[in-house]
């Protein structure tokens, strides 16, 4: 299996609810990345998990809580969001060895916050 | 900070003619350098890094330090290579920046 999935494809929520993302590698990676890409813009890096551990929080606010239970998965909790976090939000992967390697990203899930 | 910029958001050209894909970096370090592409419906991948030094699909890049530049280059354009191309840079912390993107159009 050489591709990162993420479901679900997509997400439509209000804004008292609490949903999780979720994303799987079973590629051996072991870094893994969330991305938040709003319409006609580059992705922008939220979290870097390496060997579980979170390792990079770019300052997201906490209303999004990332998780890593094991190697292969990463979820992202979601809980009161507003309308301007609706956004598509991509999972990567790679390895984690020295220096900086290739990330494979997933097909992102598509969030809608109303 | 790091800062990717690519100046051309749609750069259109008829197929056989040449590309370049801009992308100006500003960083005070040693980076590394990717081109990412995103065809229609696909999901972004990475094209090159300059680390490897490869042609992939007849496209090219180099890294000049100098101009602190990484345009991506392709002789003889096809149709196929019609995509969104991200320039990105990461400074070893493993957490990649992206310029805003050109897209590519190529004509018949």
């Known amino acids: 299996d050489t591709e990162v999935t993420q479901t679900p494809k997509h997400l439509v929520m209000g804004m008292t609810n609490k949903k999780s993302l979720k994303c799987e590698q079973h590629?051996?990676?072991?870094?893994m990345y969330w991305y938040k890409q709003k319409a006609k813009k580059p992705p922008e890096l939220m979290f870097v998990?390496?060997?579980?551990?979170?390792?990079i929080n770019e300052s997201v606010p906490s209303r999004f809580s990332p998780e890593c239970p094991n190697s292969s998965l990463l979820n992202l909790h979601l809980h009161a969001l507003q309308p301007e976090d609706s956004a598509l939000y991509l999972c990567?992967?790679?390895?984690?060895?020295?220096?900086?390697?290739?990330?494979?990203f997933g097909p992102g899930t598509r969030l809608t916050v109303l | 900070a790091q800062r990717v910029t690519q100046p051309e958001k749609l750069l259109s050209v008829f197929k056989g003619a040449p590309v370049e894909l801009k992308c100006n970096y500003s960083?005070?370090?040693?980076?590394?350098l990717f081109w990412y592409v995103q065809y229609s419906r696909q999901r972004l991948q990475l094209l090159l890094r300059?680390?490897s030094r490869e042609s992939i699909k007849g496209f090219t890049a180099d890294l000049n330090k100098g101009e602190t530049s990484f345009h991506l280059k392709k002789p003889f354009a096809q149709e196929e290579d019609s995509a969104m191309y991200y320039c990105?840079?990461?400074?070893?912390?493993?957490?990649?920046?992206f310029g805003s993107g050109t897209r590519l159009q190529v004509q018949p």
């Open positions: 990567a992967s790679s390895r984690a060895g020295q220096g900086t390697d290739t990330q494979y």
């Open positions: 590629m051996g990676h072991r870094a």
């Open positions: 998990y390496s060997y579980e551990k979170l390792s």
């Open positions: 960083y005070s370090g040693s980076p590394e």
């Open positions: 300059h680390i």
């Open positions: 990105a840079l990461d400074t070893g912390r493993r957490a990649l920046t």
